[in-house]
């Protein structure tokens, strides 16, 4: 998937596969929020990130096509039966609705969310099936996403 010309009006970034069929797919980039979709699938899947080069397709200019691929990853996200750890408990913000984030040691980022306690599983499912989530994860490098929750309290763990 290189082609030994860029176009000048090519971008390079990390893209999130947000929908792909056999034919086309759609990218969006991670860092600045805009929308490509491609002419034509090289194989990609959703949920799939790619680090890479992606140019428009002439003379409209509409379409994209993908020029080079430096990376590629699958992202998983999966909900715990464990529970929030004693740190994210420590970690859980006193206002319901407010978030406390904190870089983990090595790679990654935890998330701790405090949301009233029968809206609980609600904001897991929500957590599980946002876009955002993933978003996040690509542009934290990461592989994995894993959710722990227990009543009024949610964690979000993006994992090498």
Known sequence: MSDPETPENATEGRFLVTHAEADSAVLKDVDGGQVHTLSENPGLEAGDV???TVAPDPPMEVTWRVVE???RWRLA????EEPPTAQERDLAPAEVGDVTRRERAGEGEIHVLTVPEPDTEAAVADVHDDEGTLVRAARLGVNRVEIRHEAGLVSVRYLP
């Open 77 to 80: 996200v999966e909900v715990s």
């Open 50 to 52: 790619v680090q890479g």
């Open 69 to 71: 691929v430096d990376t």
